[in-house]
């Protein structure tokens, strides 16, 4: 999961640089200086981003109802990975290829309706794009939401539309745009088994 990047502003600066100095040498000047006292906020803002990665590679742990790892059945819990604490309902491991990016695990969702994973909850940065790998069980067009909580994971807010995962696995990238703190994103499935990696 990754925050907003900053360097679309920094063009936009150069940008209005470029054209206020066809305009007022003096003026280029000033808007020089103002960039400049500008660029240590920016890297600032731009390094504090938090990235949340997770390619669900952990050990493995036979416990189904919670722990450190990610579980050989399926489970219901929550989970210590590397990214932190995730939520499982009716979650499990898989080491077929087919299903993973990451070699050696990817993360199967179950195909009881209402099977999901939450995230971490991300305390700040906000989530810029949510990218990941995914496919299903069945070529049915199997639907996979994402969403988004700002209240601790009671309540998630559908992002765009379900997404119309197939038996390839493929490459999505979820536009979220949200600077709130303390978000949560849950991956939630209503029917055959998912995969992500």
């Known amino acids: ?92 491991n898989t080491t077929n290829s087919l299903y993973y990016h990451s070699s050696p695990n990817a993360c199967q969702i179950g195909s009881t309706s209402g099977s999901n994973i939450i995230s971490p909850n991300i305390a700040s940065g906000g989530i810029g794009t949510i990218s990941f790998w995914a496919s299903s069980s069945t070529g049915a067009g199997s639907p996979l939401q994402v969403g988004v909580s700002t209240d601790g994971g009671i309540n998630f807010i559908q992002i765009g539309s379900s997404y119309a995962l197939t038996t390839t696995l493929t490459f999505y990238n979820c536009i979220v745009n949200n600077l709130s703190s303390n978000l949560m994103i849950r991956f939630y499935k209503t029917s055959t088994v998912v995969y992500l990696d």
Do not use: H, R
């Open 1 to 92: 999961m990754k925050k907003i990047l900053l360097g679309n502003l920094m063009s936009i600066m150069t940008v209005v640089i470029v054209n206020i100095s066809q305009v007022n040498p003096l003026l280029k000047s000033a808007v020089k200086w103002v960039f400049l006292l500008m660029l240590p906020l920016l890297l600032t803002l731009k390094c504090d981003s938090q990235q949340l990665t997770e390619n669900f590679n952990e050990t493995t742990t036979s416990v189904l109802t919670g722990g450190s790892g990610m579980p050989t059945g399926y489970a219901t819990g929550s989970y210590v990975l590397a990214s932190g604490i995730w939520k499982f309902k009716y979650v499990q």
